[in-house]
């Protein structure tokens, strides 16, 4: 595997369901993001996690919890989501620390909230 | 506030029907500007990052400049490939909020 890697690809769950969305860097990066993309609005980050420290979005609802237990995973925990919450979401990776950090995707889990 | 506006919304072309896409900014200190593709149902992949104004940066057909208060995505002889939502987005001073402050993309379609 190379670069940034999402699983699943697709998911549909209901309100009352649990899940987790699952990324994984190959990158050699030390910080890893996770971002929702809704039909024509920016990016929103939701939180970040950068050399071991967490970062978050205060606007992002509580039924979202992330989970990164080294510095190449990164976990979405997801529990009674709501139809608002369909949406594509995106993992990232970069190299905190240079000049600039550039952000990696993976390519998306598609995410709809029956 | 810090901001980033992309425009237009969408563009139609004809096949070899050379454009620009504009990325302006309102953010003071950038530490650097970005520019990604993004295919339908697909992950933003990198294409330049730009630090200071006057540099560009080209990679085929696609040529991507910056002033001090917007950015450019030149287009040259377009093909239909080269269809996708283009995203821009900067990134403010390491002593604030290392965050990137999106824009919400400009779609290009290339007629063939």
């Known amino acids: 595997e190379t670069g940034v890697t999402q699983t699943p690809r697709h998911l549909v769950m209901g309100m009352t369901n649990k899940k987790s969305l699952k990324c994984e860097q190959h990158?050699?990066?030390?910080?890893m993001y996770w971002y929702k993309q809704s039909a024509k609005k920016p990016l929103e980050l939701m939180f970040v996690?950068?050399?071991?420290?967490?970062?978050e979005n205060n606007s992002v609802p509580s039924r979202f919890s992330p989970e990164c237990p080294n510095s190449s995973h990164l976990f979405l925990h997801l529990h009674t989501l709501q139809p608002e919450d369909s949406a594509l979401y995106l993992c990232?990776?970069?190299?905190?620390?240079?000049?600039?950090?550039?952000?990696?995707f993976g390519p998306g889990t598609r995410l709809t909230v029956l | 506030e810090d901001q980033v506006t992309q425009s237009p919304e969408a563009l139609r072309l004809q096949e070899g029907e050379s454009s620009s896409l504009n990325c302006s900014y309102t953010?003071?200190?950038?530490?650097?500007l970005f520019w990604y593709r993004q295919d339908p149902g697909k992950g933003p992949e990198f294409l330049f990052t730009?630090?200071?104004?006057?540099e560009e940066k080209e990679k085929e057909r696609l040529k991507a400049t910056l002033t001090k208060k917007e950015s450019f995505l030149h287009i040259t002889a377009p093909k239909p490939e080269d269809s996708a939502t283009y995203l821009c987005?900067?990134?403010?001073?390491?002593?604030?909020?290392?965050?990137?402050?999106w824009g919400a993309g400009t779609k290009l379609i290339i007629k063939p």
């Open positions: 990158l050699g990066h030390n910080a």
């Open positions: 730009l630090y200071s104004a006057g």
């Open positions: 996690y950068s050399l071991e420290e967490r970062v």
């Open positions: 987005a900067v990134q403010p001073p390491r002593d604030s909020n290392y965050q990137l402050i």
């Open positions: 990232a990776s970069s190299q905190f620390g240079r000049t600039s950090d550039t952000q990696y």
């Open positions: 953010v003071s200190g950038l530490r650097g």
